[in-house]
């Protein structure tokens, strides 16, 4: 008796079906981008062969006990000084202690895998904070909360969609210029 196995494909991990409708009630124009697995905006650039300077880093910060979504060109930094000074111009709160919260914070609080905020803040209830430099360039790609998807969309609609403040807290990342040797 010949007994043949069942080939299993690997499941690709999918985008957030709550993102995909929260996308679609919109109406704005957006493009899902599939792609491989990925952890970092530096490696989604890479993949899709894109500037990094067209890619949104999502930062989940926390300032005292508020969080807030902090959006970056990926090629950019964030200052914590200068983003506290925001938070306390803007929002008229002053915090004593910002920081990035540990992975845990995601799967407890937000229950979300760790490492996949995602750049909408709007249906998680998160207020979202962009920095100019991000908010000058047409369009960008932003994270899904998947590790295999982005979303393509206009900075401009990003920005009335989620609600972003905008803000300069961003510094420009030096780049080392590697030598060549000379053989």
Do not use: C, W
């Not at 299993?8 to 009630?25: F, G, I, N, S």
């Not at 969080?67 to 008229?92: C, F, H, Q, T």
Request: aromatic share 8%; charged share 30%.
């Amino acid at each position: 008796m010949h007994i043949m196995a069942k080939k299993t494909a690997k499941k690709q991990p999918r985008l957030p079906e709550k993102l995909v409708k929260y996308l679609e009630e919109t109406g704005i124009k957006h493009k899902i981008l599939e792609h491989k697995t990925v952890y970092t905006a530096f490696d989604a650039a890479t993949t899709m062969k894109r500037k990094i300077g067209e890619m949104a880093k999502s930062l989940l910060v926390k300032a005292d006990k508020d969080y807030y979504l902090v959006l970056l060109p990926a090629d950019y930094n964030l200052d914590m000084a200068k983003l506290g000074k925001y938070i306390k111009d803007e929002a008229g709160k002053s915090a004593k202690v910002i920081k990035i919260p540990g992975e845990k914070i995601m799967t407890e609080v937000f229950k979300i895998k760790a490492g996949t905020i995602g750049a909408f803040g709007g249906f998680r209830q998160l207020p979202v904070i962009m920095d100019n430099n991000l908010a000058k360039i047409k369009k960008a790609v932003f994270s899904s909360g998947s590790f295999n998807h982005s979303v393509e969309m206009g900075v401009k609609d990003f920005i009335k969609l989620e609600k972003a403040v905008l803000g300069n807290f961003g510094i420009k990342k030096k780049v080392k210029k590697v030598l060549k040797k000379k053989k």
